[in-house]
């Protein structure tokens, strides 16, 4: 009996299945918080309602600025005049919080065409068109300014507004959720 | 609760059969009958009893609105407009409900600026204090979800800025906000799940008051000399005395309530919300409900959205601290001339900050509220710490009793920090 008490170290089959036991149990819980926090994520038939969607161009007059929704988020289709496009090429890129020429904002001789999504990405309302400082975009929340090119010009907002995945598919038609292939 | 072994021998053979299966009744006496609560306790300590009051009438109301209401973003508005106009009575339930929220907060206001002012956060009570910052946490999330609810313009736009404030954390933001929305934007889902939790949080919320009640018993409540009681001359009973004073007080407070629900009872909301939501057109002005203005407000005076955000996490978060940050040993405020006039000048900026948290967010507005949020933080990582080094307390009476009935057998007063108890002595 005394001799059973002195020997502490050595690890018995009872310990074994303790610790086993213990670890299935941890790796078990920690297992079945993956579904519950999956479920949470975008659902099959809201990444299915997700698919590109067709605008058609035409009706768009010059300076009109037009609202599309595209995975329930908001895009803004900008018919720019010319003055609008040299207002948004003649900035010094240098100086923006977000430095990112026109050019890059634009598909190659589409500078008319301005895509943005339409939510200030400072906290994520609409922004007003065709008004503040730069006669681009002010948002009404926390008074975030963009230009014509949808660059953030002052505000709270980090960054620019983003531009969503689209391509022409022709002149006159753009699909918005397609990568441009050529 | 422990601490004070119950004295209450049931009368009858039924009784006496129960209490030795279940002692509840014992417990219930102990903590609400007998218990000694000090006998110079202010109607400001009649705060909780309104609060338990008002977490009961909001489950209450709530649970009856969850039947009338419909959780989907095609019908919400309108199951809205349906209780107001079809459901009998369905306008009085639904605006006990809207305006309980707004009681709620003003009840929890004075609550938290009276252990404020009493220094109620102090040892022994920082684990009750934590209780307390941490149910007012959910408050904010419960208020913020029901807010959405409704389905309309504020209800929308609310939820879409507040859950954005995630958006904010780097690397992982954009994927939780995706997780919070169930979808890509503010949707559906995220209404359906908001419903979910807005009914699961007060249930959470009324376990943690049960904690809160708990670590209060501990120790005992604070009162106006914040010196504890020290013999049975400083007590009173809780019931009668603090029963029938929480019960006045409840229905003085239903009266105030009442005015509200009956008289104005839109005047704390926004006409925007009876717009159907639509997201493609923002308000033209943002505001929360007027209990979330002061952090609104903190979180637009920094020009920078992470910043922003953890601004206004920090303010709150910051209270946690408190009993570290006050270095004075002296409780109750009414004995530290100089933090008096920096507690009302702390009050003053919390006010001024919710006035700037409704203005729009431009010219010498941002400017106030900046320097409001330097001085919100200032007060707890400056004068809290300092001055319990430089402030020379009043004296405090030796005891509650003298406090109340004048010097009995001459002696002048202690000098401050003499008579503290010996867990609070540095």
């Known amino acids: 009996m005394a001799e059973t008490t002195t020997h502490v170290a050595e690890p018995t089959r009872r310990d074994f299945l303790y610790i086993a036991t213990g670890a299935a149990a941890a790796i078990g819980g920690a297992t079945l918080v993956w579904p519950f926090v999956q479920s949470l994520a975008p659902d099959a038939a809201t990444v299915a309602a997700g698919a590109p969607v067709e605008v058609d161009l035409a009706p768009i007059a010059e300076g009109q600025i037009v609202k599309v929704f595209w995975r329930g988020k908001l895009i803004f289709i900008r018919h720019r005049t010319p003055d609008e496009i040299k207002a948004a090429a003649d900035v010094n890129v240098a100086s923006l919080r977000d430095p990112q020429p026109d050019a890059a904002r634009v598909k190659d001789g589409k500078a008319q065409w301005l895509v943005v999504y339409g939510n200030c990405t400072h906290l994520g309302c609409v922004p007003l068109g065709n008004s503040g400082e730069y006669n681009g975009w002010f948002c009404p929340c926390h008074g975030s300014v963009f230009d014509t090119s949808g660059r953030v010009r002052g505000g709270p907002a980090p960054i620019n507004l983003p531009i969503p995945p689209y391509a022409f598919a022709s002149d006159t038609k753009v699909i918005i959720g397609q990568e441009a292939t050529a | ?426």
């Open chain 2, 1 to 426: 609760m422990s601490q004070h072994p119950t004295t209450y021998v049931p009368k009858s053979a039924f009784g006496r059969w129960f209490e030795s299966r279940l002692p509840i009744a014992g417990l219930v006496h102990s903590s609400f009958v007998a218990f000694p609560v000090p006998r110079n306790l202010t109607y400001f300590w009649t705060f909780g009893a309104i609060l338990s009051f008002m977490l009961v009438a909001q489950i209450v109301t709530g649970v009856f609105l969850a039947m009338y209401y419909t959780p989907n973003a095609g019908m919400a508005f309108q199951s809205v407009e349906h209780i107001m106009r079809d459901v009998n009575y369905g306008w009085l339930i639904r605006y006990l409900h809207a305006n309980g929220a707004s009681m709620f907060f003003i009840a929890v206001y004075l609550h938290i600026f009276r252990n404020f002012y009493y220094g109620s956060y102090k040892a022994p009570r920082e684990v009750l204090y934590i209780l307390g910052v941490i149910i007012f946490i959910l408050m904010m999330a419960t208020a913020f979800m029901g807010y959405v609810l409704p389905w309309g313009q504020m209800s929308f736009w609310g939820a879409t800025v507040i859950t954005n404030l995630f958006s904010a954390i780097p690397l992982v933001g954009e994927t939780i906000v995706s997780y919070l929305w169930g979808g890509y934007s503010v949707g559906n889902p995220t209404l359906n799940r908001f419903f979910s939790l807005h009914y699961l949080l007060p249930f959470m919320i009324a376990g943690v008051v049960a904690l809160h009640i708990w670590a209060l018993h501990v120790p005992g409540q604070n009162n106006p000399t914040g010196i504890p009681i020290k013999s049975g001359k400083d007590a009173v009973p809780f019931t009668p005395y603090a029963t029938i004073k929480d019960i006045f007080a409840v229905v003085v407070f239903l009266i105030f309530f009442a005015y509200w629900v009956f008289y104005m009872p839109n005047y704390l909301g926004h006409a925007d919300n009876y717009i159907p939501a639509n997201p493609a057109v923002t308000p033209a002005h943002i505001v929360p409900e007027w209990y979330f203005l002061p952090f609104y407000a903190i979180l637009r005076a920094i020009p920078d959205k992470l910043g922003g955000v953890l601004a206004m996490g920090a303010a709150i978060v910051i209270w946690v601290f408190m009993p570290w940050l006050d270095t004075s040993k002296v409780r109750s405020t009414a004995y530290r001339p100089l933090y008096k006039q920096f507690f009302w000048v702390f009050v003053a900026v919390c006010l001024v900050l919710g006035w700037l948290g409704s203005r729009p967010a431009e010219g010498w507005y941002v400017i106030a509220s900046q320097i409001c949020t330097v001085y919100y933080f200032a007060h707890f990582l400056i004068v809290l710490p300092v001055l319990g080094f430089v402030e020379r307390p009043l004296p405090l009476p030796n005891s509650i009793l003298e406090s109340v009935m004048g010097v009995q057998k001459g002696g002048a007063g202690m000098p401050a920090g003499a008579n503290a108890e010996p867990q609070s002595k540095g």
